[in-house]
């Protein structure tokens, strides 16, 4: 593979695909994002009258250099088996989405555009599932180049958003959109200004904050293998203490992107998700899972699970990068894996992503059928009721799918235009 293209999938990976540098833009054509407008064809989803549209889909049309183009959010009162744009509004081109329920007000919360010249406002949509239309939004502005994309809500008036590029994390009342505190995070770096705060989760009273440490190249530094957390008091907003897991040499304990790649178990064991290299450094290729049990304030090496050399059963391939993954209980984790013998030099092109079924318990990895390989620009996963769905680009269709954990039986069950980006329902 050609250094250059090399260069170009490394940044495609590093954010689902979407990642380029700070100085292009990757804006909608639509630039108004305080009153976004739907677009003017609204024939195939007109609103009905007392309907509940508790059903929110995000999809994304790229142009051909797929670093660009225009996002859509929908509210249905159904889920569909298909949909096109007509009725969409749009926003900034592939902006994360999160939706919360916080004291009983449903809120959906948009970042800043990744990578990207935008603005840098967190906006916080209050979400009336009694109208078709998405209301004004409430706005709090962050630093700028903050690349943010996932919040923690800590309690009803306070929730945590970290903020990757200057390395602190931003308190803020949810209620009211304004800033509370901040969190300075900068004197944990590793060689750098910022150890590059990504996602965590909060455990009896203390917020669990992973910490990346790249570099340049937004890759884990070559000497410096190891995950970091940072454990935060979440009465004082302080940080107590920095632990780190040396023994295994994972690292990228979550993306920034995707907030479910820490998770707790019901036994309260803390598990990060560590991507690694995202399967672009054959060197390093340990990738898998890291864990602080319940009780404890330190990792517990013997509970991390390495999967790169683990056979997965189904399939011929092995874990090059665990890309996304959703627990869903019992040990159970619903995940996407990357296929480093399906990567080629074609970054937003290629379709290397697996679904897989990872059981913690049993050690063992399994390929999800009926799902096909899909691009790297989407690894969308939730539980929603008793089905995991999944968002998935492949090299026939595009849309979201279904799998039942219980019986494994997984199938198709709404069709998009566009990448298959975020769904939620309230």
Known sequence: MKKQRLTQLINCVVSAGLLMSAGLCVTSCSS?????ASTSDTSDSKETPNATYNYLLETCVA????????TYIQKLATMPTSINNKN???LSFCSYLQAEVIKGQKYLFAFPAYFAESDSYLRRYTYDEQTQMVSTPKKLELTPQNFSAALTVVSDTKMYVPECGPGKIT???PQTMEKTGSIDLTSYAYKDNSPEPSCGIVRDGYYYQSLNQVGATMMPYEDYRQC???IINTNTDKVEKVISEKTTHMTYASRPI???MVFS????DIYFACCGYFGMNSDHPETGFICIPAGKQDFDSSKAWDIHDVAIEGSEYKAASLWNCEYVGDGIVVAFVAVRELMDSEAYTARYLMAVRIDLNKKKIYRIQGIPYSSATVSFIDQIDNLTYMGIYSTSDSGFYSYNPTTNDAEKVISTVGYPFYMHVF
């Open 32 to 36: 108004d994002d305080d009153n976004p």
């Open 258 to 260: 995707l907030p479910s």
């Open 265 to 268: 178990t019901e036994s309260k």
């Open 63 to 70: 142009n051909p250099d797929g670093m660009s183009g225009s």
């Open 88 to 90: 969409g509004t749009q």
């Open 171 to 173: 308190v803020v009342n």
């Open 228 to 230: 970091d957390v940072a």
